[in-house]
């Protein structure tokens, strides 16, 4: 059963029948000119009328509220989830964003097949990285939709380790199932053992290959955050490739080795955004704004599912 089929009757509710045909055109037309220009997309629906009332008729809807994440994704998306995973089994969910010229997309996807699957974005007015608000407004409704999940969430030395660990801690106290998390952090913040010993994450020795779990420490000289897990660890060179970098990893896992194994599954946001930018879809040739970005990336994420 295809996507539109096995989503019909929840489609009808939001879409009309027209709505409906040309969405599942785009979505075929994505297939085959792996190109979201409007004017590409326009110059190929074979709908018979006027070059530029199918141009008309793309921009329509894609500025349709109709084609809302909350309402029409999340369901969708939802039952795909519980179709591709088990019930026992732990929802691996990735944060990041991307940027090129004025687009901005933070986005939170859940690790499928080695890939990264969209689960919901937002477009961000601004340049440069999110806050702890923008943060907390894209995953609360995602951590409510998969409320029956146990969740792993990842990210990068972007997203503000310390607050974001903090804040997912307190929401764990309520949670039906487990959140775990693994932020990588910035090596300029300090490890604090004690009163007396405080020092700079970039100051500690870290040994190529091993795997070092801190105990219940505090990463910040700021008060009220409490304690954390701190694994440090650096990959060993290999051959010519020099490793610069250590990472510093705050968590709530007491395993180094799973938290490792968890990270590197990160990999799998790139390959998502190289299909989203020139390496696949062309979406930064859009020259969208905010409303049919959006809109443009849930085109996306349903052919990335429908294949």
Known sequence: MDFFSAHQSH????????????LQLLIWLLQVQKD?????????????????SRRKKIQRLLASSSLSLSLLWFPIIKSIVEKEFKPLERLILVLDRTQWQDNNVFMISVMWRKRALPIYWLGLEKKGSSNLREQIALI????????????VILGDREFHGIELSYWLKQKNKKAKKPIYFAF????N??????????ERLKDLKVVPG????????KIT????????????????DYRHHKVKESWFIITNFNDPHEVIKLYKKRAGIEAMFRDYKSGGYNLEGSKANIIRL??????IAIRLYWK
Not at 36 to 52: D, F
Not at 140 to 151: G, N
Not at 184 to 187: G, I
Not at 294 to 299: D, G, M, R, V
């Open 11 to 22: 489609l009808q509710k939001y879409l009309s029948q027209s709505q409906i045909l040309t």
């Open 36 to 52: 979201v220009r409007i004017e590409r997309l326009a110059s190929c629906l074979p709908i018979p009328i006027l070059y530029e």
């Open 140 to 151: 609360r409704p995602v951590l409510k939709l998969f409320s029956h999940y146990e969740v």
């Open 184 to 187: 990588r952090e910035k090596n």
């Open 189 to 198: 913040v300090y490890l604090k053992r004690s009163r007396k010993n405080e």
């Open 210 to 217: 091993v795997k070092i779990l801190h105990e219940n420490v």
């Open 221 to 236: 000289k700021k008060k009220g955050f409490g304690k954390f897990n701190l694994l440090t660890y650096k990959k060993r």
């Open 294 to 299: 959006t809109n443009l990336i849930l085109l």
